[in-house]
């Protein structure tokens, strides 16, 4: 009896396996696009006129650098202004700004007001209301360093009509520690195995952190920045595809990121992102999904792919979930009964969590393989990253949970201090 119990809720669990693989279809379909060559965007017609904002309280240590590669670049300087927004006037990063031409300091006056979102609005109302020719506005952080192309690539997007553009969000600090590899790790994944795949299927791209612009006509229409919880990236994102605002993902505009070297930084940083990825979901995700009902072609593609994000991973992590605590159970009962074969759930526990680990940590390795050329990881760390990074991924469990039942996650600024040499670049 207790045997076919055990057979019979294996099969449904099987069952369950199997609508998680249809689930995970389309990402599956994705990481085999990536494989194809980049899009190569052609050389642009025009030069355009860009704003780049920076939010950068007490930022002093790293804001050199930032405004130094803006300078550096290849694109024409008299089309680039620099607006970095800190929260006082004795912040030692005025005095460094003042260095840089083109640059210009906005200082904050609503402190009330916590956030990333409230900052850039803060920084365009001021902008808006004076005579300007802007045509579309970047978004940084002051920890960024931008590649020497970086505004030239872009500038060929922008000059393709797209209203939104991201660039490849590569990292600063590959080799301090494990966590920073293992946080690399997941933005590559995203930029190569999640936006580049879908900018070449024509699809919109998922907004991630830093590194792109939006078109001045979406800020003007808006009035400012509107997009405050605390994934404004996420946010706008999902307006992007609600309102079919044309996005779209440059490899070739290359700009890189800190990445956080504790633990704790690490799980805020996380918490904040599961927090604000709920807040933006409330905010637009039933919108999405009746609009995506109504739509034709890509575009209802897009509203639905977007609406249900990363649900079909979440559905297969709670099938594991459930099924490694179904066989305890029954391993359990096994004992208390005296079953001869209680064993048999512990080996699946033990097979199936093997099995995880080792498909996470092969599909780091393939990973690290296949953005050779962008990560400049050493060969120890790398092989350190795939031995870790399974259980770096798997602590979004706790973490996702951690944000749910926490009733308020404010927004802390995370401390930036690495530099980067850029003459290599």
């Given amino acids: 009896m207790f045997y076919n119990v055990y057979n019979i809720s294996n099969i449904v669990f099987y069952c369950l396996f199997g609508l998680c693989f249809l689930f995970l279809l389309f990402k599956t379909i994705l990481h085999f696009i990536a494989i194809l060559p980049a899009k190569h965007f052609p050389k642009a017609q025009s030069d355009h006129k860009y704003a780049i904002l920076i939010p950068a309280r007490n930022e002093s240590k790293v804001i050199r650098q930032i405004l130094e590669s803006i300078q550096n670049q290849s694109y024409n300087k008299e089309l680039i202004d620099t607006y970095v927004i800190v929260e006082s006037e004795d912040d030692p990063t005025c005095e460094i700004v003042k260095n840089f031409p083109q640059t210009h300091i906005v200082v904050r006056k609503h402190l009330e007001l916590k956030g990333k979102g ?48 991201l660039g490849y969000r590569n990292s600063k600090n590959w080799n301090d520690n494990w966590i920073s590899a293992c946080s690399g790790i997941t933005f590559s994944v995203f930029s190569t ?27 003007e229409a808006l009035g400012g920045w509107k997009f405050c919880t605390l994934t404004e990236d996420h946010e706008i994102t999902m307006y992007s595809s609600l309102n079919n605002v044309k996005s779209t993902y440059n490899e070739y505009a290359i700009y890189f990121d800190e990445q956080p070297t504790s633990m704790k930084q690490s799980w805020n940083q996380r918490i904040r992102w599961c927090k604000g990825f709920n807040q933006a979901n409330k905010l637009y995700n039933a919108k999405l999904i009746k609009a995506g009902v109504k739509d034709k072609g890509k575009s209802q593609f897009d509203k639905l792919s977007i609406a249900f994000g990363v649900f079909p991973l979440a559905f297969t992590i709670v099938v594991i979930m459930l099924y490694q605590l179904y066989n305890l159970g029954f391993m359990i009962a096994g004992l208390i009964l005296g079953q001869a074969i209680w064993y048999l759930p512990l080996i699946s526990v033990l097979g199936s969590a093997l099995a995880l680990y080792l498909f996470l940590a092969f599909y780091t390795l393939a990973v690290i393989i296949a953005e050779r050329k962008h990560i400049n ?44 040499d850029t003459s290599k670049k």
Wanted: proline letters at 3%; one cysteine or more; hydrophobic letters at 45%.
């Fill in 193 to 219: 195995f999640h936006n580049k795949p879908k900018s070449l299927l024509g699809l919109n791209v998922q907004i991630s952190g830093t590194g792109y612009y939006v078109s001045a006509k979406i800020i």
């Fill in 118 to 165: 409230y900052a850039l609005d803060e920084a365009l109302q001021e902008i808006l209301s004076k005579p300007h020719d802007y045509e579309a506005y970047f978004i940084f952080d002051a920890d960024n360093i931008l590649d020497t192309h970086f505004m030239e690539e872009m500038n060929k997007v922008y000059d393709q009509g797209y209203d939104i553009g």
């Fill in 377 to 420: 990881i050493h060969f120890r760390r790398g092989f350190v990253c795939v031995l870790t990074n399974p259980f770096f991924m798997m602590l979004y469990i706790p973490i996702y949970f951690s944000a749910v039942f926490k009733k308020e996650v404010a927004w802390v600024a995370i401390e930036h201090n690495k530099t980067m």
